[in-house]
Nanobody
Framework: QVQLVESGGGLVQAGGSLRLSCAAS?????????????LGWFRQAPGKEREFVVV????????NYADAVKGRFTISRDNAKNTVYLQMNSLKPVDTAVYYCAADDVVGGLSTEFRYWGQGTQVTVSS
């Protein structure tokens, strides 16, 4: 059983920054910790399909970012708090979307297929 809860979304001016958080809970996290999970962030803009943003390997040592966010977004994790973060800098109006965190404890590597998802948090970037 895995539960993911995002927070930290809001309204920000273009060029600004936001830090999203995703708190993970469940027996697997309690027993094995964050290192057992491959983690990722996705987003879905109004009228658009869900879009890959970034994936982090189970060890946290490897990452893959979508071209649209490279150099601006950074994924990180705090294993002690079972929390994954998405630091978003130099935000653009095109970044406006509902952002979802995701986790998977079966498929490793940098796969973008995930079994567990949070409910999402809204990020709105004004021009």
């Amino acid at each position: 059983q895995v539960q993911l809860v995002e927070s930290g979304g809001g309204l920000v001016q273009a060029g600004g920054s936001l830090r999203l958080s995703c708190a993970a809970s469940g027996r697997t996290f309690s027993s094995y910790g964050m290192g057992w999970f491959r983690l990722g962030w996705f987003r879905q803009a109004p009228g658009k399909e869900r879009e890959f943003v970034v994936v982090s390997s189970r060890s946290g040592t490897s990452t893959n970012y979508a071209d649209a966010v490279k150099g601006r977004f950074t994924i990180s994790r705090d294993n002690a708090k079972n929390t994954v973060y998405l630091q978003m800098n130099s935000l653009k109006p095109v970044d406006t979307a509902v952002y979802y965190c995701a986790a998977d404890d079966v498929v490793g590597g940098l796969s973008t297929e995930f079994r567990y998802w949070g409910q999402g948090t809204q990020v709105t970037v004004s021009s």
